[in-house]
T-cell receptor, first 117, second 109 residues
Framework: GAVVSQHPSWVICKSGTSVKIECRSLDFQATTMFWYRQFPKQSLMLMATSNEGSKATYEQGVEKDKFLINHASLTLSTLTVTSAHPEDSSFYIC?????????????FGPGTRLTVL | GQNIDQPTEMTATEGAIVQINCTYQTSGFNGLFWYQQHAGEAPTFLSY??LDGLEEKGRFSSFLSRSKGYSYLLLKELQMKDSASYLC??????????WGAGTKLIIKP
């Protein structure tokens, strides 16, 4: 299999607080992990790509100081939304790939629904 | 620029067959993926095509023609649980996934 978990599944927080989301590949080593955001009835939007042990590559328009990504091991990546605001409310989804640079199938986690009050 | 086109929405009847088309223009090609996404959930992997032809997997089949920049996902014996969005994605020469906007499939009894 290729199972990816995310935690938490949903989170509600106050404006100005930081939220950390974990993404784990449970039964394989993920050389590359991806973070997506999806607003209601819209398509997936890639935020950043991270390779284990190196800095994440952010897509244009995504603030790297606001969305901190750490890919500390081959099975864990974290996304921290710093000083969250209501406009950050969204569905955040991670995916993991065995291949370097994403040269392999991406398997998705179940997603984290973030609501910022 | 890079572009993936697929219909926005399709409707089909339970028990029938439906074909969801996807055309693409990308800088390089390292394979085409189909994912299924139910409302409020993350995408799940359905298929991967990198060579021309038809790949069959149970009720679902995926076809690719690289020369035409075209793929389709064929769903047979439709069930109500197949109501979902179907996402076409192409991996370009840099191994970046280029995503289509998705096709919302509505199954009617």
């Amino acid at each position: 299999g290729a199972v990816v978990s995310q935690h938490p599944s949903w989170v509600i927080c106050k404006s100005g607080t930081s939220v950390k989301i974990e993404c784990r590949s449970l039964d394989f080593q993920a050389t590359t992990m991806f973070w997506y955001r999806q607003f209601p009835k819209q398509s997936l939007m890639l935020m950043a790509t991270s390779n284990e042990g190196s800095k994440a590559t952010y897509e244009q328009g995504v603030e790297k100081d606001k969305f901190l990504i750490n890919h500390a091991s081959l099975t864990l990546s974290t996304l921290t939304v710093t000083s969250a605001h209501p406009e950050d409310s969204s569905f955040y989804i991670c995916s993991a790939s065995r291949g370097a640079g994403g040269a392999d199938t991406q398997y998705f986690g179940p997603g984290t629904r973030l609501t910022v009050l | 620029g890079q572009n993936i086109d697929q219909p926005t929405e399709m409707t089909a009847t339970e028990g029938a067959i439906v074909q969801i088309n996807c055309t693409y223009q990308t800088s390089g090609f390292n394979g085409l993926f189909w994912y299924q996404q139910h409302a409020g959930e993350a995408p799940t992997f359905l298929s991967y095509n990198v060579l021309d032809g038809l790949e069959e997997k149970g009720r679902f089949s995926s076809f690719l023609s690289r020369s035409k920049g075209y793929s389709y996902l064929l769903l047979k014996e439709l069930q109500m649980k197949d109501s979902a969005s179907y996402l076409c994605a192409v991996m370009d020469s840099n191994y970046q996934l280029i995503w289509g906007a998705g096709t919302k499939l509505i199954i009617k009894p």
